[in-house]
Nanobody
Framework: VQLQASGGGLVQTGGSPRLSCAASGGTFSGYTMAWFRQAPGKEREFVSF????????AYADSVKGRFLISRDNAKNTVYLQMNSLRPEDTALYYC??????????????????WGQGTLVTVSS
């Protein structure tokens, strides 16, 4: 499975970009899809995940209420709608795919496949 993330760029504080991550080269069936991010000088951190059915999602406290994950399994694509962006949201955003147990779905080591990352820069 190959993952291709897109949608990043330079946005103003309060902006609302949408990231996309398209999967190809294998079956998407049953995979949990997640977004992680890595800010300059910091470790990669969990942002959000969506289980295969889309019925179970979770968010980091720092983005809860501002970001929304969704997926279109027919298109093998997962999205991250980002609202009310803040300068501290500036990071390289990665999408990931895997089959973690629910209790490990926030752990990046649970994911086998990673996209190349898309940079989101929020200007103040």
């Amino acid at each position: 499975v190959q993952l291709q993330a897109s949608g990043g760029g330079l946005v103003q504080t309060g902006g609302s970009p949408r990231l996309s991550c398209a999967a190809s080269g294998g079956t998407f069936s049953g995979y949990t899809m997640a977004w992680f991010r890595q800010a300059p000088g910091k470790e990669r951190e969990f942002v959000s995940f969506s289980r295969w059915s889309g019925g179970h999602t979770a968010y980091a406290d720092s983005v809860k209420g501002r970001f929304l994950i969704s997926r279109d399994n027919a298109k093998n694509t997962v999205y991250l709608q980002m609202n009310s962006l803040r300068p501290e949201d500036t990071a390289l955003y990665y999408c990931a795919a895997g089959r973690p147990v629910l209790s490990s779905a926030r752990d990046m080591t649970s994911y086998n496949y990673w996209g190349q990352g898309t940079l989101v820069t929020v200007s103040s």
